[in-house]
C-alpha cells in the first residue's frame, strides 16, 4: 500500500463530505499506487511496450476511479450505510481496476494494429460499427468543428477538447472532467497535451480532427510567445489565471471553456446573433 490512513482519510472527506467533490487526494493515490504497476505492464506486455501508452492508460484509470470510487467501494453498502474505511481493500480493489483497464487498453491497441496491417489485406472486411443518432452526432461535429477553429489561445482550444473528449469518452460531468484535465495536463507541455488528446479522440468513432484543424492547431503551438518560449513548449499550468494572488486551474478551465462555448454558440446560432443585437 503506497498511501496512508491519513491519506485514506482525506480522500473519503473529499469524496462524501465535500462541497463541491475533490478528486485531489484519489488522484494522488492513484499515481503513487499505480503508476509504477502500469509502468511495468507497459514494458512486460508486447503490443505497449516503447510506444509512449503509459500516461494514456493512467488516464483511464483516473476516469474510472472518479466514477465509480463511490458507489462501488466506499458506499458499496449503499448511501444508508456506514462507508467502507478499509485502505488496505481499497488498494487491492484499485489494483482489479487498473488490471482490467490496462487489459482492455491493451486489446484495443492490438485491434488497431490489426487494422492498420489489414488495410493491405482485400481478404479482410471489417464489420460495420452502428453509429449513434445522427442529429447529435451531427451537431457535435459542427460543434467540434468550430472550436477546432476558433481563433482563440490555443491553450483554451485544447481545453475545451480535453472536456469534451472527458465527457463523451467516459461520461463523466464537467466538473469531473475539469479534476482530469488538471490531474492530466497540469505538468505536461501543450505539445504532449495535444498528442495524448489526439490518441484519446481516437476512441470516439466519429470525431476526426481534419487535417486544416491539425495544421492550424499546430502553427498556434509553435507561435513564440512573449518570452522567447514556444507556446507548445510551454507547461500548460503555465497559462492558469491567478485568483486570490495564486494559480487557479479550475477557474482557468471553466473560463475558458464557457468562452469556447459562447464562441460556438455564436458561430452556429444565427438567430443569438440576432438577438443579441
Known sequence: MRFTNEEFAAMVHELLYSDPVCFDTLCLIAERTLRPIVRNWCSA???????CFEDDIMQEIHLRLIKTTVNAFLLREGIDGAYNNDPEGFSHWMLRVANNLKRDFANRVRGRDFKTAAMDDPSVISAPVPDDKEEDIHRLKAAFATALDADMGVYKVLTWLAQMIFILDAGVTKI?????????????????????????????PWLEISRTQNIKILEALRKTRADGVLYGETTYSDFFMKSGGKPSGKKSISDWVNRINGYIKRKTDPQDDKSEG
Open 45 to 51: 506486455e508486447d503490443c505497449l511496450r516503447g510506444r
Open 176 to 204: 469531473q472532467s475539469n479534476e482530469l484535465i488538471l490531474n492530466a495536463f497540469a505538468d505536461k507541455t501543450l505539445y504532449e497535451m495535444y498528442g495524448m488528446l489526439v490518441l484519446a479522440a481516437e476512441r470516439i
